[in-house]
């Protein structure tokens, strides 16, 4: 079965860090790029960021540029993002999504299996 | 940032309705155009991707149609396990952008 789990988040005071990881499972994690997605509470979705399936692309939401990194490591079929410089704006359920499999590992396009995700509040 | 816009934000229809939600991006896209649902308490789901192809399991009664600026999402005929929010999202540009959602009720 294709899975992702996210892992991390929580309850985290302004200006703090914090890490989310998504483990992926079920199918080949090297072949895709995969994306980050967030929802504030009670509102619409909201692109993060996005990584090529060798990293060697990776893009960002403007309100999250020079705050959060995402990375991968294939060879534990993981994904992360790290967020530092908090505030309460990034309160969301964060999720992990990989990409469609009609596009792949090198482009961004639809997000065909999602995880559960993550809360994250920012709150003092 | 290429803006999407749904209409209506919301809507109610009985059991066995006809059910269209329009998306309009801000600029061209193309075909470049895919719908999710995403119940209650749960993660999105892709039910259309490319404007118009069914993802692979999702029910027939799921169409949607449209090119370059104006997008249709349709349900033939609303069945109760159809209540959920549907999201339109472009891929045409970065960053990538979704609609504001449609919260489909049952009258």
């Known amino acids: 079965e294709v899975q992702l789990v996210e892992s991390g988040g929580g309850l985290v005071q302004p200006g703090r860090s914090l890490r989310l990881s998504c483990a992926a499972s079920g199918f080949t994690f090297d072949d895709y790029a995969m994306h980050w997605v967030r929802q504030a509470p009670g509102k619409g979705l909201e692109w993060v960021s996005s990584i090529s399936w060798n990293s060697g692309r990776i893009n960002y939401a403007d309100s999250v540029k020079g705050r959060f990194t995402i990375s991968r490591d294939n060879a534990k079929n993981s994904l992360y993002l790290q967020m530092n410089s908090l505030s309460a704006e990034d309160t969301a359920l964060y999720f992990c999504?990989?990409?469609?499999?009609?596009?792949?590992?090198?482009?961004?396009?639809?997000?065909?299996?999602w995880g559960q995700g993550r809360m994250v509040t920012v709150s003092s | 940032d290429i803006q999407m816009t749904q209409s209506p934000s919301s809507l109610s229809a009985s059991v066995g309705d006809k059910v269209t939600i329009t998306c309009q991006a801000s600029q061209h896209i193309s075909n470049y155009l895919n719908w999710y649902h995403q119940e209650p308490g749960k993660a999105p789901k892709l039910l259309i991707y490319d404007a118009s192809n069914l993802e692979t399991g999702v029910p027939s009664r799921f169409t949607g149609s449209g090119s370059g600026t104006d997008f249709t999402f349709t349900i033939s005929s609303l069945q109760p396990e159809d209540v959920a929010t549907y999201y339109c999202q472009q891929y045409a540009n970065l960053p990538l952008t979704f609609g504001g959602g449609t919260k489909v009720e049952i009258k």
């Open positions: 999504a990989k990409e469609s499999a009609y596009c792949g590992g090198d482009c961004y396009s639809a997000f065909d299996v």
